[in-house]
């Protein structure tokens, strides 16, 4: 009897894993552009290697994916131009911040890449922060804007603005050109984006003497709002502040149907994905969010890049496709005045960004390796944005 | 007590579908001894069977709004039923039946890893970024000019459908979705208890649950038992998998895991192995839940899971069989 029994346990468990190690690797080597062509066409430009790893499937998938269409824009632009060559390698860490781990390890010390564009998303951002420094490859993220982000070290930069100056725009939004005079913050407390944007806008709000009425938490991937949405619908505020991801707002602001019509929405930049439509059913009403730039601004290199944009997906690029465009600008320029190609170089160049004219306006890396730059202020319809104004800090 | 009553509805139609992935969850334990834990990923097969029969465009048959939204919940109801036991079954197939008799152990672990691997097909098959579930009740809302602004008419459904009388106040009032959510609950429910309580098939696997050796002296094999304890499970977890996505709107490959959890302590609550009392656990839990984050303050409503789970714990020291529970002899 021992032998069948044996014969059995390890079957059935070889049954489960084997597909299970060849689903993972699989999965984790994407090159999806690699070095088209020629190496070097005009035999005199500095090529580096460049490895993405961003969040393109998951709760915040959208938000990687954007911003990689915008990055690979950016590198055909650049890669025409001839002075730089960028030679993109894509992976994907599913919005999961040990898988991020795990495939920045790899991209550097496997696929030996001398500069990493990602992670996308804060909570990804700070779980690999440490290792990044470790491994002392610059890491430039497109997207994550928890004040964190950057602490970890001088290896890890960013050309989004930070969730501090988002919440306080957001406030002096709500406060001053809104008049607001209360809030209730609805938060998701499993997520340090979201805990780090209601806690800047709450000390803003307060300072500019506007009162929060009440505070409620859920958790990403939450499905059920029933409770939390009655329950938000007898509060006193003028305005509820959800700083979360598309994915939950998107089925939060669906659930919701015309319960929260007396209120105005405020949301943070994580809204600002195409699947929010799809996810609310278009059921959105007084929703104002900031964001990196606005799709309808008239000034003429947003338009150029939307166009250009537009032509190629046939989609309407979001802020994390600006950004993602604005990334790749951003190692051009480090690179190009970089003294040599190793990582601890072209780590230099970056961290010295000086008025860098990107599609989300004027970048410059502080001491913090933080652009500072100002927010613009959208509002939501059922379908699209609508440019509504700009904040600076 | 308006605030009250909505909040004991939302409380009670959560916690009928965590009572109706428990009665599978149970049925299942009672029978083959395996805590099911691949359950949850049963209920989010079953919701994207629905999800691709709901995007079909079935709003083609029939005539008028009304029919059309019923032939659309019958099919989905149906395919969400199909893929839940299929996929149950297939499980139980190429996996817990070679190792049922082996150790409780190995059984815990290949359920764990079937959980997993469904998981994982779930990212490659579907991938991992979530689906907004179509409002079937759409065609009807769109065709309303008064409540135009409720819905945007997504592209591809007609416009011009025909509005017919009773169904329509039903799908048109916002609380439309949860009525036929109720009522095929209340249906699911109905048909499950029936099943296992008044027929000869709900018999045989009742006594296969009770003494599998006593049964087996009487003439009931206890494979297709279990086989078809599975297919209904399975198909009942499908169908709650439909209802689930169709009230919250959202379907992704994780979806099962927390709902799945949240039926395994449902049914400890009832007493495992219990179908009513699975039900009723099912019951408590989502009431526990909504009200507990309904009247708690701010700052502790967040945490609604511990608090529930803790309630749990208190309730099972005091009673460790759970409400209906009984002891199983361990023989079987």
């Known amino acids: 009897m021992v032998r069948p029994r044996w014969k059995a346990l390890v079957g059935s468990l070889g049954f489960f894993l084997l597909p299970l190690l060849g689903a993972g690797c699989r999965q984790e080597q994407q090159p999806v552009s690699r070095n088209e062509g020629a190496v070097d066409p005009a035999g005199s430009g500095k090529s580096v290697r460049l490895g993405a790893v961003l969040s393109l499937t998951g709760p915040a998938g959208t938000m990687g994916g954007e911003s990689l269409n915008g990055l690979k824009l950016a590198i055909e632009d650049i890669n025409a131009r ?28 496997v696929d030996r890449v001398q500069a990493i564009v990602g992670p996308s998303t804060s909570p990804n951002c700070l779980r690999t922060g440490r290792l990044i420094q470790d491994l002392a490859v610059p890491a430039m993220t497109p997207t994550a804007t928890n004040a964190g982000v950057t602490q970890s070290g001088e290896y890890m930069s960013r050309v989004c603005f930070i969730d501090p100056f988002q919440g306080e725009a957001l406030a002096q939004f709500a406060r001053k050109d809104l008049g607001f ?30 009162e929060i009425v009440g505070e409620m938490t859920y958790s990403t991937g939450d499905a059920d709002f029933a409770a939390l949405i009655a329950k938000a619908a007898r509060s006193e505020a003028q305005v ?44 959105i009403h007084n929703a104002y969010i900031s964001t990196h730039y606005a799709v309808d601004e008239p000034n003429p290199r947003v338009q150029g890049f939307v166009n250009r944009y537009i032509k190629v997906y046939k989609l309407k690029p979001g802020g994390f496709a600006a950004l993602g465009y604005d990334t790749g600008l951003a190692f051009e320029d480090a690179i190009l005045r970089a003294k040599s190609l190793t990582p601890a170089a072209i780590k230099d160049a970056i961290n010295s960004i000086r008025g860098l004219q990107g599609v989300t306006g004027e970048i410059t890396l502080n001491s913090n390796r933080d652009a500072v730059k100002p927010a613009t202020i959208v509002e939501v319809l059922p379908n699209g944005y609508r440019f509504k104004t700009r904040i600076s800090g | 007590m308006s605030y009250l009553l909505t909040q004991l509805g939302n409380g009670l139609m959560l916690g009928c579908m965590y009572g109706l992935i428990a009665v599978g969850f149970s049925l299942v334990y009672g029978v083959a001894r395996l805590m099911n834990f691949a359950h949850g990923e049963f209920f989010m097969v079953g919701a994207y069977g629905a999800l691709f029969s709901a995007e079909l465009p079935l709003w083609r048959w029939g005539n008028g709004a009304g029919a059309t939204m019923f032939w659309t919940l019958v099919i989905s109801v149906l395919v969400s039923a199909a893929s839940g036991a299929l996929v149950s079954v297939l499980v139980e197939r190429l996996a817990y039946r070679r190792i049922r008799r082996v150790s409780r152990t190995a059984t815990f672990l290949v359920a764990v890893g079937a959980s997993i691997l469904l998981q994982q097909i779930g990212f490659k098959v579907f991938s991992a970024s979530p689906r907004g579930f179509p409002d079937v009740c759409t065609p009807v809302v769109v065709a309303a000019p008064t409540l135009s602004g409720w819905l945007q008419p997504s592209a591809g459904l007609p416009c011009e ?48 649950s009770i003494d599998e050796k006593s049964a087996r002296s009487v003439g009931i094999r206890p494979q297709p038992a279990i086989v078809i304890t599975f297919a209904v499970g399975g198909a009942l977890a499908g169908i709650a998998g439909f209802l689930w996505s169709l009230r919250y709107g959202g379907v992704q490959p994780l979806m099962g895991f927390i709902p799945g959890v949240k039926a395994f302590v449902a049914a400890v609550i009832g007493g495992v192995g219990s179908v009513t009392g699975a039900l009723v656990g099912g019951l408590l839990l989502g009431l526990l839940e909504t009200l507990s984050f309904a009247y708690l303050p701010g700052e502790v409503s967040g945490y609604r899971d511990a608090v529930t789970l803790l309630l749990l714990l208190v309730f099972l020291l005091i009673r460790p069989l759970g409400l209906l529970g009984r002891q199983f002899g361990e023989a079987a």
């Open chain 1, 82 to 109: 001839g002075k730089v060559h960028l030679d993109l390698r894509v992976y994907d860490d599913k919005t999961d911040p040990n898988e991020a781990a795990k495939l920045i390890q790899q991209v550097v010390q």
């Open chain 2, 161 to 208: 459908v025909a509005v017919t009388s009773q169904l329509q106040a039903v799908a048109l009032s916002p609380s439309g979705t949860s009525a036929v959510t109720f009522v095929v609950l209340a249906f699911a429910v109905w048909g499950a208890l029936f099943f296992v309580l008044r027929t000869d098939t709900g018999l045989a696997i009742r006594a296969v």
């Open chain 1, 240 to 283: 509820l502040v959800i700083p979360g991801w598309y994915s939950d707002v998107g089925l939060m602001l669906r659930q919701a149907g015309r319960k929260w019509d007396k209120f105005t929405l405020l949301g943070g930049d994580a809204w600002d994905s195409p699947q929010l439509f799809e996810l609310s059913g278009g059921n």
């Open chain 1, 181 to 210: 005079r209360s809030a209730e913050l609805i938060v998701d407390k499993a997520n340090d984006y979201s805990v780090g944007l209601a806690d800047s806008f709450r000390s803003t709000f307060k300072k500019l003497g506007g």
